[in-house]
Protein backbone atom coordinates (compact mmCIF):
# COMPACT_ATOMS: atom_id res chain seq x y z
CA UNK A 1 0.00 0.00 0.00
CA UNK A 2 1.17 3.77 -0.73
CA UNK A 3 2.62 5.60 2.36
CA UNK A 4 -0.48 8.14 3.04
CA UNK A 5 -1.64 8.70 6.34
CA UNK A 6 -4.60 11.28 6.77
CA UNK A 7 -5.03 12.70 9.81
CA UNK A 8 -7.31 13.03 12.45
CA UNK A 9 -9.72 9.85 11.08
CA UNK A 10 -12.83 11.13 12.32
CA UNK A 11 -13.95 14.79 14.12
CA UNK A 12 -16.93 16.19 14.53
CA UNK A 13 -17.07 19.71 15.34
CA UNK A 14 -19.33 22.97 15.16
CA UNK A 15 -20.58 25.51 12.82
CA UNK A 16 -18.23 28.14 12.28
CA UNK A 17 -14.90 26.80 13.46
CA UNK A 18 -11.55 26.19 11.85
CA UNK A 19 -10.49 23.21 10.87
CA UNK A 20 -7.58 21.45 9.01
CA UNK A 21 -6.90 18.12 8.10
CA UNK A 22 -3.51 16.93 6.81
CA UNK A 23 -2.29 14.46 4.60
CA UNK A 24 1.01 12.73 4.94
CA UNK A 25 2.52 10.53 1.99
CA UNK A 26 6.41 9.03 2.57
CA UNK A 27 6.18 8.32 -1.45
CA UNK A 28 7.78 11.22 -2.76
CA UNK A 29 4.82 12.10 -5.25
CA UNK A 30 5.08 15.34 -6.73
CA UNK A 31 0.99 15.64 -7.07
CA UNK A 32 -0.88 15.72 -3.98
CA UNK A 33 -4.89 15.93 -3.76
CA UNK A 34 -7.97 16.76 -1.61
CA UNK A 35 -11.18 15.24 -2.02
CA UNK A 36 -14.70 14.88 -0.93
CA UNK A 37 -17.14 12.04 -1.11
CA UNK A 38 -20.67 12.99 -0.63
CA UNK A 39 -23.83 10.24 -1.52
CA UNK A 40 -24.81 10.38 -5.29
CA UNK A 41 -21.72 12.76 -5.81
CA UNK A 42 -19.01 10.63 -5.94
CA UNK A 43 -15.17 11.84 -5.51
CA UNK A 44 -15.58 15.93 -6.07
CA UNK A 45 -11.96 17.63 -6.55
CA UNK A 46 -11.08 20.01 -3.96
CA UNK A 47 -7.55 21.20 -4.66
CA UNK A 48 -4.54 19.82 -6.01
CA UNK A 49 -0.80 20.48 -5.24
CA UNK A 50 1.62 20.35 -8.53
CA UNK A 51 4.97 21.16 -6.07
CA UNK A 52 5.98 22.62 -2.89
CA UNK A 53 4.02 25.86 -2.54
CA UNK A 54 2.65 25.18 -5.94
CA UNK A 55 -1.45 24.64 -5.61
CA UNK A 56 -4.60 24.94 -7.76
CA UNK A 57 -8.50 24.77 -7.29
CA UNK A 58 -10.77 21.98 -8.07
CA UNK A 59 -14.16 21.37 -8.51
CA UNK A 60 -15.79 22.65 -5.69
CA UNK A 61 -12.71 24.70 -3.90
CA UNK A 62 -15.10 27.45 -2.49
CA UNK A 63 -14.81 27.70 1.44
CA UNK A 64 -11.49 25.66 1.58
CA UNK A 65 -7.95 26.81 1.79
CA UNK A 66 -4.66 24.62 1.34
CA UNK A 67 -1.31 24.55 2.12
CA UNK A 68 2.04 22.59 0.75
CA UNK A 69 5.21 23.18 2.90
CA UNK A 70 6.78 20.22 2.03
CA UNK A 71 6.75 17.28 -0.32
CA UNK A 72 5.64 14.99 2.33
CA UNK A 73 2.36 16.98 3.80
CA UNK A 74 -0.55 18.87 1.88
CA UNK A 75 -3.00 20.34 4.82
CA UNK A 76 -6.78 21.36 3.96
CA UNK A 77 -8.45 23.93 5.98
CA UNK A 78 -12.00 24.86 6.20
CA UNK A 79 -11.70 28.41 7.82
CA UNK A 80 -15.17 28.48 9.54
CA UNK A 81 -17.08 25.01 8.75
CA UNK A 82 -20.44 24.84 7.88
CA UNK A 83 -23.12 21.99 7.85
CA UNK A 84 -23.04 21.84 3.95
CA UNK A 85 -18.78 20.64 4.91
CA UNK A 86 -19.70 17.67 6.71
CA UNK A 87 -18.30 15.19 4.54
CA UNK A 88 -15.68 12.16 4.23
CA UNK A 89 -12.36 13.48 2.84
CA UNK A 90 -10.23 11.74 0.71
CA UNK A 91 -6.22 12.77 0.15
CA UNK A 92 -4.49 11.18 -2.76
CA UNK A 93 -0.76 10.80 -4.68
CA UNK A 94 -0.03 10.41 -7.92
CA UNK A 95 3.75 10.18 -8.91
CA UNK A 96 4.98 12.09 -12.17
CA UNK A 97 4.55 15.40 -14.15
CA UNK A 98 1.60 13.76 -16.38
CA UNK A 99 -1.18 11.69 -14.69
CA UNK A 100 -1.49 10.03 -17.67
CA UNK A 101 -0.99 6.42 -17.10
CA UNK A 102 -0.26 6.70 -13.69
CA UNK A 103 -3.00 6.24 -11.07
CA UNK A 104 -3.88 7.94 -8.11
CA UNK A 105 -3.32 6.30 -4.46
CA UNK A 106 -5.70 7.19 -1.60
CA UNK A 107 -5.41 7.70 2.04
CA UNK A 108 -8.08 6.18 4.05
CA UNK A 109 -10.19 9.25 4.42
CA UNK A 110 -11.42 11.30 7.46
CA UNK A 111 -14.84 11.36 8.66
CA UNK A 112 -15.71 15.02 9.47
CA UNK A 113 -19.11 16.35 10.61
CA UNK A 114 -20.18 19.79 11.07
CA UNK A 115 -23.14 20.11 13.76
CA UNK B 1 -19.31 19.76 -19.33
CA UNK B 2 -17.65 16.53 -19.16
CA UNK B 3 -19.64 13.93 -17.37
CA UNK B 4 -19.58 10.13 -15.86
CA UNK B 5 -22.22 7.61 -15.25
CA UNK B 6 -22.10 4.25 -13.75
CA UNK B 7 -25.75 3.61 -14.50
CA UNK B 8 -26.15 1.37 -12.02
CA UNK B 9 -26.17 2.10 -8.77
CA UNK B 10 -26.15 -0.80 -7.33
CA UNK B 11 -25.92 -4.58 -8.83
CA UNK B 12 -26.54 -8.05 -6.82
CA UNK B 13 -25.29 -11.37 -8.65
CA UNK B 14 -24.74 -15.10 -7.61
CA UNK B 15 -21.09 -16.33 -6.77
CA UNK B 16 -19.52 -17.75 -9.90
CA UNK B 17 -21.18 -15.55 -12.46
CA UNK B 18 -20.02 -12.44 -14.50
CA UNK B 19 -20.12 -9.33 -13.31
CA UNK B 20 -20.37 -6.80 -15.77
CA UNK B 21 -20.33 -2.91 -14.89
CA UNK B 22 -20.68 0.11 -17.33
CA UNK B 23 -18.99 3.72 -17.23
CA UNK B 24 -20.47 6.47 -19.94
CA UNK B 25 -19.26 9.56 -20.47
CA UNK B 26 -20.17 12.29 -22.42
CA UNK B 27 -19.35 15.94 -23.77
CA UNK B 28 -14.89 14.68 -23.57
CA UNK B 29 -13.14 12.23 -25.39
CA UNK B 30 -10.76 10.87 -22.98
CA UNK B 31 -7.11 9.26 -23.81
CA UNK B 32 -7.48 7.16 -20.67
CA UNK B 33 -10.06 5.37 -18.41
CA UNK B 34 -9.28 4.17 -14.86
CA UNK B 35 -11.37 1.69 -12.79
CA UNK B 36 -10.98 1.72 -9.05
CA UNK B 37 -12.29 -0.27 -5.84
CA UNK B 38 -13.94 1.03 -2.95
CA UNK B 39 -14.07 -0.99 -0.04
CA UNK B 40 -16.66 0.60 2.73
CA UNK B 41 -14.11 3.06 5.45
CA UNK B 42 -11.61 2.88 2.77
CA UNK B 43 -10.11 5.02 0.44
CA UNK B 44 -10.58 3.65 -3.21
CA UNK B 45 -7.43 1.20 -4.61
CA UNK B 46 -6.46 1.39 -7.94
CA UNK B 47 -7.33 -1.91 -10.41
CA UNK B 48 -6.95 -1.30 -14.46
CA UNK B 49 -6.45 1.66 -16.65
CA UNK B 50 -7.08 1.05 -20.42
CA UNK B 51 -5.72 3.75 -23.07
CA UNK B 52 -8.02 5.00 -25.89
CA UNK B 53 -5.77 3.28 -28.42
CA UNK B 54 -6.86 -0.10 -26.28
CA UNK B 55 -9.78 -1.88 -26.83
CA UNK B 56 -9.27 -4.60 -24.36
CA UNK B 57 -7.35 -5.06 -20.70
CA UNK B 58 -7.28 -7.84 -19.07
CA UNK B 59 -5.58 -8.55 -15.03
CA UNK B 60 -6.72 -12.34 -13.74
CA UNK B 61 -10.22 -12.28 -13.60
CA UNK B 62 -10.66 -8.48 -14.46
CA UNK B 63 -11.48 -7.09 -18.28
CA UNK B 64 -11.93 -3.96 -19.06
CA UNK B 65 -13.29 -2.51 -22.31
CA UNK B 66 -12.91 1.08 -23.80
CA UNK B 67 -15.35 1.79 -26.84
CA UNK B 68 -14.72 5.47 -27.28
CA UNK B 69 -17.27 5.35 -30.55
CA UNK B 70 -20.39 4.53 -27.78
CA UNK B 71 -18.33 6.66 -25.36
CA UNK B 72 -18.35 3.51 -23.08
CA UNK B 73 -16.18 1.57 -20.52
CA UNK B 74 -17.38 -1.70 -19.60
CA UNK B 75 -15.63 -3.50 -16.51
CA UNK B 76 -16.39 -7.26 -16.06
CA UNK B 77 -15.28 -9.61 -13.15
CA UNK B 78 -14.90 -13.00 -14.46
CA UNK B 79 -15.82 -16.42 -11.87
CA UNK B 80 -17.02 -13.56 -8.91
CA UNK B 81 -16.97 -14.44 -5.57
CA UNK B 82 -18.23 -12.55 -2.11
CA UNK B 83 -15.14 -11.25 -1.63
CA UNK B 84 -14.76 -9.06 -4.42
CA UNK B 85 -18.28 -7.23 -3.22
CA UNK B 86 -17.79 -3.50 -3.43
CA UNK B 87 -18.18 0.07 -4.45
CA UNK B 88 -16.47 0.31 -8.34
CA UNK B 89 -15.38 3.67 -9.19
CA UNK B 90 -14.61 4.71 -12.62
CA UNK B 91 -12.52 7.55 -13.85
CA UNK B 92 -11.29 9.49 -17.01
CA UNK B 93 -8.49 12.12 -17.80
CA UNK B 94 -9.76 15.55 -16.95
CA UNK B 95 -9.42 19.13 -18.24
CA UNK B 96 -5.58 19.01 -17.62
CA UNK B 97 -2.90 16.45 -16.71
CA UNK B 98 -2.81 16.99 -13.06
CA UNK B 99 -6.80 15.65 -13.02
CA UNK B 100 -8.76 13.10 -13.06
CA UNK B 101 -12.91 12.59 -12.98
CA UNK B 102 -14.51 10.27 -10.77
CA UNK B 103 -18.28 8.60 -11.61
CA UNK B 104 -20.61 8.36 -8.26
CA UNK B 105 -19.88 4.38 -8.04
CA UNK B 106 -21.65 0.90 -8.63
CA UNK B 107 -22.05 -0.82 -5.53
CA UNK B 108 -21.53 -4.55 -6.19
CA UNK B 109 -22.62 -7.26 -3.86
CA UNK B 110 -21.64 -11.59 -4.56
CA UNK B 111 -24.32 -13.63 -3.13
CA UNK B 112 -22.34 -17.25 -2.05
Known amino acids: DAGITQSPRHKVTETGTPVTLRCHQT?????MYWYRQDPGHGLRLIHYSYGVKDTDKGEVSDGYSVSRSKTEDFLLTLESATSSQTSVYFC??????????????FGDGTRLSIL | SQKIEQNSEALNIQEGKTATLTCNYT??????LQWYRQDPGRGPVFLLL?????KEKRKERLKVTFDTTLKQSLFHITASQPADSATYLCALDGSSASKIIFGSGTRLSIRP
Open chain 2, 27 to 32: NYSPAY
Open chain 1, 27 to 31: ENHRY
Open chain 2, 50 to 54: IRENE
Open chain 1, 92 to 105: AISESVQTQNQPQH
